[in-house]
């Protein structure tokens, strides 16, 4: 607790010496061990709190400054402990400067209103025309979002949301801005009702406006050359550069944009990267990515996108206007020149090639190729599930998280293979089955939901479907024994039996977060009773992500008592032994089936440009030099590894499973 004090007669004529001069000197009060040899060329009005100046700032290259305040006007400001301000071309009004902070060359500082700082601000995501406003605040999640943006078919529990954020935005309210401790702002523009976290970094930013920038010492924020902002919340660990356009928007943690860059009336959450493409209307879940110019992402929701260069989708159909919306599930793709007329609904780690404007739905056919051909749209389904490009996927995502937050506000569940995937599977084998039984099983091309699906790929799509599901069903058998013991088969059947109910009926996928709809329903009523702050929502997300591999194992036991026949009561040594036997034959065709796909990438046309001007064994000599070996590939040994750990994981548990019967 700082004391204050007015300044002393000495103090004053020292200050007026150095070039400063006040409205009122008795409105300048000071810590008690200011000194005012770090302070010249200052006008001061309204109430300034001043505190000591004594630390020196290394710039790059070794230059030193010492603290203090220089050639500014400061009016109603609260200027912290070792703090350096210099060229303030307008004026510092209505802020309160925490410790060690460096402002440099800025042209205005200002909070010219009462203000929420970005709170509150009502983004119209998926919808331009309205509809979906969601309210941002300092700590929206992916999966709260998810549930404002889509559940609107339960208004109460959208009109009690709102409440709760309105009441949260109103504990901000405040005439004062606050820029925090060591924070840099030099070289830029205006910046106006600006909440400014600590160790945030703010270089060359052109305007930043009615905001709020969550920087904290673990996860800085940088604002980079050129960037406007307004209307806007950035989370911890944001970086915005190179002149990118922020509009009404939400950007969750780690997320980068740069490469001008323009987002207008958007959420990104956590980890998304823009660079030189445009957002507008787009609920951006976790690990959506667009990196190329001319790629327009409009009016969907998305997460763990790819999207290609060119890729765009239109909203508007010249009727009513641009009202229409589309869903692309978690990891689908979009190649080069992709489009999309929305309403459609791309199923979950799906790539999208060619045009497509008869508003498809595959979300019951997870892991396909949807292509154009001649104008027609061609579904094959399950072809991701074999494809090196989607494990590889979901290798580098957890590798690539940014949050260096202790506090994560989304909860991501990462497992390529889930209830909710599997869940579609089911669904889709399912339908596909159905295909046959109603037009034959000699149909040479098949109708589903605008798609077109040839004979051999509904086949082919059947059987990488039940390899997927029985992979899945294996695995989450052989974590329930791993590392257990056990002597006979009552003390397997003991710990075969689930934990909880929770997690049988369907999943859903809210943005990250897989988990039971039966648990999300019950969420649901208890934000209609008004009887759950915000804060104790997302301990639900939390609760639920933690949860998740008990949930899965009581929804997975299910499935194997379906396969059985039998419940897990009655289930037999045999009974477990051939499923085991049947998950090892499933993992090796997969991770074969990948093994091929990966060795095309190494195959004579990838060889093409390779050894110019040289002979053909020296093609084959640069292309080793750059791409390696197919056999030394990091990838394919991975692959061979993962062949021989699961072999030997399901052969361990066979093993410890004979020796009951010894």
Not at 385 to 403: C, M, Y
Not at 407 to 416: C, R
Request: glycine share 8%.
């Amino acid at each position: 607790m700082i004391n204050y004090r007015n300044l002393t007669e000495k103090e004053i004529a020292t200050l007026t010496v150095y070039g400063c001069s006040a409205e009122n000197w008795n409105d300048v009060q000071v810590d008690d061990t200011f000194s005012p040899a770090f302070i010249a060329n200052v006008y001061f009005s309204g109430k300034v709190f001043l505190g000591t100046y004594q630390k020196v700032f290394e710039l790059a290259g070794g230059l030193k400054k010492h603290s203090g305040i220089f050639n500014c006007s400061l009016h109603n400001c609260t200027i912290g402990n070792d703090v350096y301000i210099d060229k303030i071309h307008n004026y510092i009004a209505n802020y309160v400067v925490g410790n060690g902070s460096y402002i440099e060359n800025v042209n205005l500082l200002l909070v010219d209103r009462v203000s929420t700082f970005g709170n509150g601000v009502k983004v119209p995501v998926m919808n331009e025309g309205g509809g979906r406003e969601i309210p941002i605040f300092d700590f929206l999640s992916a999966p709260l979002a998810y549930i404002l943006t889509l559940y609107r078919h339960r208004p109460v529990v959208i009109q009690t949301l709102q409440k709760l954020i309105d009441a949260y935005s109103l504990t901000l309210q405040s005439d004062k801005g606050t820029i925090g401790e060591n924070v840099r702002i030099v070289n830029s523009g205006s910046i106006k009702n600006v909440r400014i976290g600590d160790f945030a970094i703010i270089e060359g930013a052109s305007l930043l406006e009615n905001g709020t920038i969550n920087s904290n010492a673990q996860a800085p924020v940088v604002i980079g050359s050129g960037v406007k902002c307004n209307d806007f919340i950035l989370s911890s660990g944001v970086s915005i550069t190179d002149s990118t356009l922020v509009s009404r928007c939400f950007i969750g943690q780690g997320c980068i944009m740069g490469k001008h860059y323009s987002a207008l009336d958007s959420l990104f959450f956590s980890n998304c990267q823009g660079m030189h493409g445009e957002a507008t209307a787009i609920f951006a879940g976790p690990y959506t990515v667009s990196h190329h110019k001319s790629s327009l992402l409009i009016a969907g929701m998305f997460s763990f996108l790819n999207a290609g260069s060119g890729s765009n989708q239109s909203n508007h159909m010249y009727k009513l206007g641009p009202i229409h919306q589309g869903i692309a599930e978690r990891g689908a793709k979009t190649t080069s020149d992709s489009y999309l007329l929305w309403p459609a609904k791309i199923g979950a780690f799906t790539l999208v090639m060619g045009r497509h404007t008869k508003h498809s739905d595959t979300s019951d056919l997870p892991f396909s190729y949807l292509i154009e051909n001649a104008t027609e749209s061609y579904l094959i389904p399950g072809a991701n599930l074999r494809s090196v490009g989607t494990i590889r996927d979901a290798q580098k995502w957890p590798k690539r998280d940014n949050r260096k937050d202790n506090k994560k506000l989304d909860p991501i569940n990462f497992n390529l293979l889930s209830p909710y995937t599997i869940n579609k599977m089911i669904k889709g084998v399912a339908v596909l089955k159905n295909l046959q039984a109603i037009s034959g099983e000699t149909t040479d091309i098949y109708t589903y939901q605008n798609c077109s699906i040839k004979n051999s790929s509904l086949i082919k799509g059947i059987d990488l479907y039940n390899i997927a599901i029985y992979k899945f069903l294996g695995n989450s058998l052989i974590n329930r024994l791993k590392g257990t013991k056990f002597s006979d088969i009552d003390e397997v059947r003991r710990q075969l039996k689930p934990n909880t109910q929770k997690g049988l009926g369907e999943w859903i996928d809210l943005s990250g977060l897989i988990t039971p709809k039966n648990e999300i329903d019950i969420l649901l009523q208890d934000i209609e009773t008004d009887s759950i702050s915000l804060d104790q929502i997302q301990q639900r997300f939390e609760i639920m992500h933690q949860e998740y591999y008990h949930y899965e194992w009581t929804w997975a036991c299910q499935k194997l008592e379906t396969y059985w026949g039998k419940t897990i009561e009655n289930v037999t040594y045999d009974d477990i032994v051939s499923m085991v036997r049947l998950w090892e034959n499933s993992v090796v065709k997969l991770d074969q089936l990948i093994y091929d796909d990966a060795k095309k990438e190494f195959d004579l046309n990838a060889k093409t440009g390779f050894g110019v001007d040289g002979n053909e064994e020296q093609k084959y000599q640069d292309f080793e030099s750059v791409r390696g070996s197919f056999e030394n590939n990091p990838f394919v040994l991975e692959v061979l590894n993962h062949i021989k750990r699961k072999t030997d994981l399901g052969n361990e548990l066979i093993e410890r499973l004979k020796l009951m019967r010894v």
